[in-house]
């Protein structure tokens, strides 16, 4: 079956949006209308009539369904199938790899076979049909590379104009991609968050409607469905652990914002995964947060690191990513770029798998919980690799040879 055959959806089928909820204050918003943040400047989160939902539709249908992340139709806000914007939002695999801590059961969740080579497709797929089914065709965004990415590819395939601001090192790949996907992309002179402020500004003044993630209520959704798709593949189970590369945090949030779900609807039991956010050391403003026992994160000053995608200064859902890492009884942890960029080249070389450097990231992360008992190395985990690898600079291989010279076969294997 096509992975674009929605067959088993027909058009007009309810969803089971009842509101739009304040992550901060409770209040309450209509769905069905367009929204960015609540009153007091927060995230909305998107609340389901999970009574109905649960008499509606069981897991054993869902696994009938063709493999991709539309299969959890009822969990998502897309009220008529027909406004869907898809690519191929296929299930990703779960690879297992060597233990980087010695002993353990590590599958890797592999992002980077997502349409856009990374996990940014499921948020952008959502937060666009959205749009698309509200009405909104001018969408704008600050960018790291990878949302940019996707907002190009998904507002394109939508016919929607999109506007994208990165900071002036982003991978070339990424702001090439970008462009070449359809959408007008500016470099700028600052991080992310100065990007943020540039569209903010284009909201007040061109009435772009900002798609920056946690801003609008559905790029969310499109990322619960790690969650929900993590819990399928391991039989309606979690791992005991998940590392997962903390940028906005908007997977982290989604994820556990999914387990809670699947448990409402009865389809998961009372066993949560602990919820580990890893950050580069050269930016780690949720780390410093969790060590210092507060509620929110300070912007962190001069942030550099080689995972372009985590450098994040200053996060929206910041207390949504602690609330989640206490609540898991998970934690947060920095690791230093020799260490992402240590750990990328062991497991391409050992296990055969380019790792982003956020999903290397998250490795080296598990590594050193292993090592300081923060883990059990008897914990089956789940590291996230939310990019591909082939989207980053990579070390140079410069080794040639001359065919017109004779060639010392003994040489090549030294
Ligand atoms: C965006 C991004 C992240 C961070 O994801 P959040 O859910 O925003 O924290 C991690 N890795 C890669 C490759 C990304 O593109």
């Known amino acids: 079956m096509a992975i674009t055959d929605r067959s088993n959806l ?12 304040c992550s901060a204050t409770g209040e309450r918003y209509e769905a069905d209308v367009l929204h960015g943040l609540s009153d007091v400047g927060k995230p909305l989160l998107v609340r389901y009539d999970l009574d109905a939902l649960s008499a509606a539709v069981t897991k054993d249908e869902v696994g009938h369904r063709p493999s991709d992340m539309w299969r959890f139709r009822e ?43 990374s996990f940014k497709a499921r948020g952008l797929t959502m937060a666009v049909s959205m749009a698309k089914e509200l009405g909104v065709s001018r969408l704008a965004m600050p960018t790291n590379g990878n949302a940019g990415a996707a907002l190009a590819a998904y507002g394109s395939r939508a016919g929607m104009e999109t506007f994208v601001f990165c900071p002036e090192d982003t991978p070339e790949v990424n702001v090439r991609e970008i462009a070449l996907q359809g959408a007008r992309v500016w470099r700028v002179n600052g991080l992310i968050n100065h990007c943020g402020q540039i569209v903010k500004q284009g909201t007040e003044t061109m009435g772009w409607f900002d798609v920056s993630t946690l801003k609008e209520p559905y790029r969310i959704e499109g990322k619960k469905t790690m969650g929900l798709e993590l819990a399928e593949q391991l039989g309606w189970e979690v791992p005991d652990v998940i590392f997962y590369p903390t940028g906005g945090g908007t997977g982290l949030i989604g994820m556990w914002k999914a387990f809670a779900e699947l448990a409402a609807v009865g389809w998961l039991g009372a066993d949560r995964p602990r919820m580990v956010a890893v950050q580069a050391s050269g930016c780690a403003p949720i780390v410093k947060a969790f060590e210092d026992g507060a509620d929110h994160a300070e912007e962190w000053q001069d942030a550099h690191t080689v995972a372009s995608g985590i450098r994040v200064p200053a996060a929206i859902g910041d207390f949504l990513i602690l609330d989640a890492v206490r609540e898991s009884d998970g934690f947060a942890i920095a690791v230093t770029d020799d260490e992402i960029n240590t750990a990328q080249n062991e497991i391409a070389g050992r296990d055969g798998l380019l790792l982003s450097p956020e999903g290397a990231a998250t490795a080296a992360a598990y590594k050193n919980a292993v090592a300081s008992g923060q883990v059990s190395p008897d914990d089956r985990v789940v590291l996230f690799n939310c990019g591909n690898g082939l989207k980053y600079p990579m ?10 010279e004779p060639v010392d076969f003994q040489a090549l294997t030294v």
């Open 10 to 21: 027909s058009a007009d089928r309810p969803t089971f949006v009842d509101y739009l909820e």
């Open 75 to 117: 969990f998502l806000p897309v009220r008529r199938t027909e406004n869907i914007v898809s690519l191929g939002e296929t299930t990703t695999p779960l690879i297992p790899i060597t233990s980087p801590g010695g002993g353990g059961e590590v599958l890797v969740k592999d992002e980077g076979r997502l349409p856009t080579g």
């Open 395 to 404: 070390p140079p291989s410069d080794a040639a040879i001359d065919r017109h």
